[in-house]
Each structure stands twice: as C-alpha cells, then as structure tokens.
C-alpha cells in the first residue's frame, strides 16, 4: 500500500492568497497523481490530473507540480468559491490512496 | 453528458450485505476504455475506494475489503453494483460510483474519476 501524506491538514486563508498544499509519498509513483475539490454535501470533482493536467473547464489559478514522491497544488489567488477540501490520489499502485485531506477555509 | 446515479437501501442492519446500484445515463457504460468505481467516505472523514470493474467483468478491490466485497457489472441495464456483506457501524458512510479514465491513452497520460455520483448515505445500525 502507497501512503500518501498530505499537509496542512486545515489551512486559513483570505481571498486573494496564493496557497500551496503538499502530498508526499512513501514511495514514488511517477505522475499518476490527481487532486481533488470537494465542498460539503457534494462529491468530489477532478481539478487535476496526471501530477499537472488541468481538467477541462477548471481554471487556470489552479496548477498542480511535482513527480516520484512529493507533489503540490497550488491556488494562485484564492476565490470565495475556493474554500473547500482538496484531496490527492495516487493512482500507481493498488489499492488507489488519497490523501487525508486540506480543509481550506477563511481566515 | 454522462452522469451517475446511485440507489439502495439507507439502512441496512449489522451482519447483513449492503447492496448498491449505479446507473449510467447519457451514455453508454461500455463506450471507451474506462473503470467504473466504488468510493465511500465516512461522515467527517476522508475517501476510501473500494473497488472498480471493467464492463468486461475484470475487477481490482482494495485489500482491506477485498473478503467482504463484489461489484459486478449489467451492460444491458447501463449499471453497475457493489455488494458488501458482514456489514458493521464501520461501514457506515456516503457511497460514491464514480468513473475513472484510463491511465494511458496512447502517449498521453490521463487518469482520475471524471465523473462521479452525488453519494448516497448508507447507515448501519440495528
């Protein structure tokens, strides 16, 4: 099993912020790699995939970076309709793992 | 567009089998190379998958679960099914159908659960 650790686990922000959240393996899974958006009562929705793809009709302050074990999301300035929890997943190795989850909220 | 549905019982007692359904609408489940999963998240908590199956019957399960859980497949009906017996208040959760997109697609690399079912809540009490 690939353990994914992911950090913050809550992060207090303002919109307008640039933030970053951090999934790190305990081992490398190349870029198979996808992170999540999911606000309460929904289901999650793909915001990026292979490590760095966008998703089609996800925007562009959204950008994800990193290969083998450590890998980042990154908002570049923080909208209201961002606060939300993001979650990555591996999907190199079964069974496929997410991480814990970053709880984005306002500060 | 495809979409996902699912449907079952809101409660099901401990010991028993907890049996879901996910219907897909606005396409064909057979159409393109994908996986149709199983995730469940319990309440506060974070994402769990349980499985996948192929239209043609191939199946991967997470080992955690892997004695306690089928999913199986009825193209005709454009659905897909988990069964998940012995069930216990540790299975208490929100369950997901989700669709994943093939890992590979020639020299692009793709993955991810594109498309998910808005959850259905499945408690396990007596």
């Known amino acids: 099993v690939i353990w994914m650790t992911q950090s913050p686990s809550l992060l207090s922000a303002s919109t307008g912020d640039r933030v970053t959240i951090s999934c790190r393996m305990s081992q490398g899974i190349s870029s198979y790699l996808a992170w999540y958006q999911q606000k309460p009562g929904k289901a999650p929705e793909l915001l990026i995939y292979?490590?760095?793809t966008l998703q089609s009709g996800v925007p562009s302050r959204f950008s994800g970076n990193g290969s083998g074990t450590d890998f980042t999301l990154t908002i570049s300035c923080l909208q209201s309709e961002d606060f939300a929890t993001y979650y990555c997943?591996?999907?190199?190795?079964?069974?496929?793992?997410f991480g814990q989850g970053t709880k984005v909220e306002i500060k | 567009q495809v979409q996902l549905q699912e449907s079952g019982p809101g409660l099901v007692k401990p010991s028993q089998t907890l049996s879901l359904t996910c219907t897909v609408s606005?396409?064909?489940?057979?159409?393109?190379?994908?996986?149709w999963s199983w995730i469940r998240q319990p309440a506060g908590k974070g994402l769990e998958w349980i499985g996948r199956i192929y239209t043609s019957g191939s199946t991967n399960y997470n080992p955690s679960l892997k004695s306690r859980v089928t999913i199986s497949v009825e193209t005709s009906k454009n659905q897909f099914s988990l069964k998940l017996s012995a069930v216990s208040a540790a299975d208490t959760a929100v369950y997901y159908c989700?669709?994943?997109?093939?890992?590979?697609?020639?020299?692009?690399?793709?993955?991810?659960?594109?498309?998910w079912g808005q959850g259905t809540m499945v408690t396990v009490s007596s």
């Open positions: 989700a669709r994943e997109r093939p890992t590979r697609d020639g020299n692009n690399y793709l993955g991810g659960f594109d498309i």
């Open positions: 292979a490590a760095s």
């Open positions: 997943q591996q999907y190199y190795s079964f069974p496929w793992t």
């Open positions: 606005g396409g064909s489940i057979s159409s393109g190379s994908y996986s």
